[in-house]
């Protein structure tokens, strides 16, 4: 089994608190949880999307939750974890397990998640991963083919989640991401121009 430590840098883990959740998103979203559909391609323990639920008077979260809450992650233990947590905010387990899925989410975008009258709006902290990183450790190196095809030229796990969302069509996102995708040269200049095109 791998260390907590190890895990952490392999997936790029590092998880959002509540708190900050409810400081710095809460406010943008409180007026319209119920115009979307809300996603974590990348939930850790879902605490970006499941303090939603909230809001939502308690005779109404399940059937609130089954049509606008989707989390996903790579990690098992995650996905557990995001599952308990909902049960805390009044969703049966058997309803919790259908929307909160464990998958690779850079290797195959769950495009059912966009079959609906509800736009998507996603809310993560990517994992990220310098691909300088990735080539230099063992443990990472399998990631490399997130990095072929289409995807030539970028160079870290945020930015292929970014670029996924465009592909995808999303047009409302919270992202968390590092401040050298604004002001770093080399390594953010593809995404930036790429991103930055969708204005
Ligand atoms: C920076 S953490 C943030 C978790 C959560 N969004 C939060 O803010 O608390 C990134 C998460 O992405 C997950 N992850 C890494 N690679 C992934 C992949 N290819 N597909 C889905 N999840 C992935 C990790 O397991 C980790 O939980």
């Not at 089954?66 to 599952?83: A, M, R």
């Not at 969703?91 to 464990?102: F, G, H, L, S």
């Not at 990517?126 to 990472?140: A, F, Q, R, S, W």
């Not at 409302?172 to 593809?190: A, C, E, R, T």
């Amino acid at each position: 089994m791998k260390s907590l430590g190890n895990k952490r840098r392999t997936y790029g883990e590092h998880l959002t608190s509540i708190g900050i959740f409810k400081k710095f998103i809460l406010p943008e979203i409180e007026r319209e949880i119920y115009n979307y559909r809300w996603v974590d391609l990348f939930c850790g323990e879902g605490n970006l999307i499941l303090p939603i639920l909230e809001l939502v008077p308690e005779g109404k979260r399940i059937e609130f939750f089954k049509k606008h809450i989707f989390l996903f992650d790579i990690q098992k233990e995650l996905v557990e974890k995001s599952i308990l947590n909902a049960l805390k905010y009044g969703i049966p387990k058997e309803i919790a397990q259908r929307n909160i899925i464990q998958r690779d989410t850079l290797k195959n975008y769950p495009t059912f998640i966009l079959d609906s009258d509800l736009p998507v709006y996603h809310i993560t902290n990517p994992p990220y991963l310098y691909i300088g990183y990735i080539v230099k450790h063992k443990e990472t190196r399998k990631h490399l083919e997130y990095f072929q095809g289409p995807n030539e030229g970028y160079q870290d796990l945020y930015q292929l989640a970014l670029i996924n969302d465009l592909r995808n069509g999303i047009k409302k996102m919270v992202y968390i991401i590092p401040s050298n995708f604004l002001f770093g040269f080399s390594v953010s200049n593809k995404i930036r121009d790429d991103f930055l095109r969708y204005r």
